[in-house]
């Protein structure tokens, strides 16, 4: 696949002191664009059985019904040139109602739920849409700056069809009152970009009486695919 | 979004709470009980901020697609991901098949962090490999700093490979076209 360069302004800025953490972490010089046949053309292959019982229900993983509001999240994920990618590895995780995620440092004063974990797995099918189970996360305070919260978000792992394509990103829920005041969201510094992380409520994808809908597309880079197992 | 809209989606931080999410597949490729045909070996190091303080809450995942082929036993071939521990450190049992492409990285590198607002690629290449000054990839490197990507062999057959994201030693990162 071919990969144009991305325009200014779509990433996130890599040092965006509002964000403390990246003013040391953040790489101060430019991505060198290298010219590499095997990052662009081939990618993981995982074998089917990584995939278990409930992976992609993130409601069913406790003995019981985990607290909160019952979701369904879904989307297509295609290339730059609208191609599907197929048959593609995602990773979900995220806090629970409450916005407690079930990890050890995760000190935040608000309950764990024992019937959720907060993360799953899916493949993408043949028309790249993936479709995956959850609970509605709650925001969280994360102490970067005074009443410093995180808006309601869900974060994604995704593998592509090629190496290159590899993206971790955050998909967060429509007309979120925090979106103004986090400064991860507005490390991005392209308004559509950011508006690109936001779900929308779908009513097609709502399920009776169990759970609201959300859809979430995803474009990952790159043009050119070529038929090829893809 | 509509489906005609093909602007990318943009990157977020991975944040401090992947290492649930992102067990099993550590799990999937641990160097105990790792299944390969081909002779290994082990690149590590620390991953270090711009205050050369260790970043311990990062993920590192490795891809050896040379190596696919001679994993097929595991559940991900060619592939590897390790958690940052307290000091920054991280570890790699790495497939080398014999004859592998001249000038080759062992393997390319990512890196996830918390404060990492996009993932960033880099790769590795041993000292020792006799090919390296053939390597397409090295040569596409200002030469001041290759050294940046290639790893140490230490005494103990192991090999070193500190990765910086800052400071003068800070690691080359790509952008594949």
């Known amino acids: 696949m071919k990969f144009d360069e991305v325009a200014p302004g779509v990433w996130p800025d890599l040092i965006h002191p509002a964000y403390k953490s990246t003013v040391k972490r953040g790489p101060l010089q430019p991505a060198l664009r290298i010219e590499a046949p095997v990052p662009v053309s081939r990618n993981i292959a995982p074998a089917p059985r990584i995939l278990l019982p409930h992976d992609a229900d993130l409601t069913r993983r406790g003995e019981q019904a985990p607290l909160g509001e019952k979701i369904v999240v879904t989307g297509r994920v295609v290339d730059e040139d609208g191609k599907p990618v197929r048959n593609s590895l995602i990773e979900v995780w995220q806090a629970n109602s409450a916005g407690r995620y079930w990890h050890q440092r995760d000190n935040h004063d608000a309950p764990l739920d024992p019937n959720f974990f907060g993360f799953g797995k899916m493949m993408t099918d043949d028309d790249g849409r993936y479709r995956f189970v959850s609970i509605k996360p709650g925001p969280y305070p994360w102490k970067n700056h005074d009443k410093a919260w995180r808006p309601a978000h869900i974060h994604f792992s995704l593998f592509g069809n090629v190496y290159a394509q590899r993206l971790v990103t955050q998909m967060y829920f429509p007309n979120d009152p925090l979106f103004a005041y986090d400064p991860i969201f507005n490390s991005i510094p392209d308004e559509a970009a950011r508006r690109s992380l936001v779900s929308r409520f779908s009513l097609e994808h709502t399920v009776g009486e169990e759970m609201l809908g959300y859809e979430f597309d995803i474009v990952l880079r790159g043009r050119g695919a070529t038929p090829f197992g893809l | ?177």
């Not at chain 2, 509509?2 to 649930?20: K, M």
């Not at chain 2, 067990?23 to 490729?29: I, L, R």
């Not at chain 2, 918390?114 to 200002?142: C, M, N, W, Y």
Request: with cysteine; aromatic share 10%; glycine share 8%.
């Open chain 2, 1 to 177: 979004m509509s489906n005609n809209d093909t602007r990318i989606t943009t990157s977020q931080t991975i944040g401090p709470f992947s290492h649930e999410g992102w067990q099993w597949a550590v799990d999937a490729c641990a160097a105990a009980r790792l299944e390969t045909s081909a002779p290994t070996l082990v690149v590590h190091g620390i991953l270090y901020d711009g205050d050369g303080n260790p970043i311990d809450d990062a993920q590192i995942e490795a891809w050896l697609p040379e190596a696919a082929a001679a994993e097929g036993q595991q559940d991900i071939p060619g592939f590897r991901r390790t958690p940052t521990g307290k000091a920054g450190e991280f570890s790699l049992r790495l497939s080398v098949p014999e004859g592998r492409a001249a000038g080759a990285p062992v393997a390319y590198v990512t890196v996830f962090a918390r404060g990492l607002t996009k993932h960033q690629f880099t790769a590795v290449f041993l000292e020792d490999d006799a090919a390296l000054d053939q390597s397409a990839i090295l040569a596409q490197v200002p030469a001041a700093r290759r050294g940046t990507l290639v790893a140490r062999k230490e005494d103990d057959g192991t090999y070193r490979w500190d990765i910086w994201m800052q400071t003068d030693k800070e690691t080359v990162f790509f952008d594949y076209r």
